[in-house]
Each structure stands twice: as structure tokens, then as C-alpha cells.
């Protein structure tokens, strides 16, 4: 499922992105065509992390679409026939001021570029 979001929703030219703690392993990208800007987070940990991204030389828009890869249960997997983790859209937000990040889970986040 994680390739399936990334290929589907992330952008492919890299932006650089501050705001979150450094055990989260996060990305920035444009779509090709610019349009969005793109922040994937993954956290490994057990912790939840509020954060705040930060990129300059960018105007934002909104709405911001996004979605979450996570189940309360870390240890669930999917098995042939049987999706128990599947992506999950997140409630549609007007701005960055705080992101919440799941434990154990993958966020992509997509972003209106004005």
C-alpha cells in the first residue's frame, strides 16, 4: 500500500521542508506539473508527533488532501485476499499550522501550490 500512495499521490521534483522531529523520515516534492506541493512522513516509532512543515519560496493554497496508512494494531498486516491495512483518507484541512502523525504509520500529505 505504501508504494501505491507514493506512485499515485507524491511529487517527483524534491523541495526542501523543515518543521517536524528528526525521528519522523520525511519527504518533499512538487508534482511534475507544480501544481502540489507533496510531504510524505514516516514514523517508525510508537510515538504520535504533532508538526508543523515549513517550506520557503512557496505560496500555499488549500484545501490540503491527505492520507494515512496505520492500524492501532502495529503488528496487522495484509495477507493474499485479505486487505487489513489499506489507505485511509484524512479529513480534507485548511492549513499546516499542526499535523498529526499516527504511530507506526505512513502520511501523505498534498498541498495546493499558488
Do not use: H
Not at 20 to 42: H, P, Y
Not at 57 to 76: E, F, Y
Amino acid at each position: 500500500m505504501p508504494l501505491v500512495l507514493y506512485r499515485r499521490e507524491f511529487g517527483t521534483i524534491p523541495v526542501e521542508a523543515t518543521g517536524w522531529d528528526a525521528k519522523l523520515d520525511v519527504s518533499a516534492a512538487l508534482t511534475e506539473d507544480k501544481k502540489f506541493l507533496t510531504l510524505g512522513f514516516v514514523n517508525a516509532t510508537y510515538d504520535t508527533y504533532e508538526v508543523t512543515p515549513t517550506v520557503n519560496n512557496l505560496t500555499l493554497g488549500s484545501p490540503i488532501q491527505g492520507w494515512c496508512i496505520a492500524n492501532s494494531n502495529p503488528m496487522v498486516y495484509n495477507e493474499p485476499g485479505k486487505l487489513n491495512v489499506n489507505i485511509q483518507d484524512l479529513p480534507k484541512m485548511d492549513s499546516l499550522d499542526k499535523i498529526t502523525i499516527q504511530p507506526v504509520s505512513i502520511t501523505v500529505l498534498k498541498i495546493p501550490v499558488k
